[in-house]
């Protein structure tokens, strides 16, 4: 690989990094500010309220594991390392959308003044949603399984 190349494939790591740090580290540790722009004024509080419980604490943590991965990823890019990269960020991709998700189970106490003075727990189950979203991070498992143990590149298997 030449300089040129390696700068060339460092900078585009740097960026793509970025975007999964904006994605994932900083939009769920500033969310409640985040939806405060653009929540209306007299239903501000009592969202805001829910909010904090809805956001994994380990999501940020995750999201800078990720972070680092789809730079290393981008790095690794048609070299040997590359399918382990690849298992590696599509099994944190899938942990991540895990944490997210609280485990397909979102719960939840609303606030008194949202339901007019009564105590209430919301469950929403979003079991099958987490797993539709899940699949794309299995396929990059799956395809960086194959690059790591599969056939080695240039030869071709019969059977």
Do not use: E
């Amino acid at each position: 690989m030449s300089r040129s190349s390696l700068i060339t494939r460092v900078i585009k790591g740097w960026i793509y990094a970025f975007f999964v740090f904006m994605a994932c580290v900083f939009l769920p540790f500033n969310l409640s500010r985040v939806v405060s722009l653009f929540a209306p004024v007299d239903m501000g509080g009592s969202i805001l309220g829910i909010l904090p419980a809805l956001v994994n604490p380990a999501l940020p943590l995750a999201g800078i594991f990720l972070m680092v991965l789809v730079f290393l990823q981008v790095l690794m890019r048609n070299t040997k390392a590359y399918g382990p990269v690849l298992t590696v960020a599509g099994i944190g991709f899938m942990a991540y959308v895990y944490l997210a998700f609280w485990g397909g189970t979102i719960q939840t106490t609303l606030p008194t003044d949202v339901t007019m003075g009564l105590s209430t727990n919301l469950a929403v189950n979003l079991t099958v949603l987490m797993l539709i979203v899940m699949a794309l991070p299995l396929l990059a498992t799956a395809k960086g399984f194959i690059l790591t143990f599969g056939a080695p590149r240039g030869s071709s298997r019969r059977v």
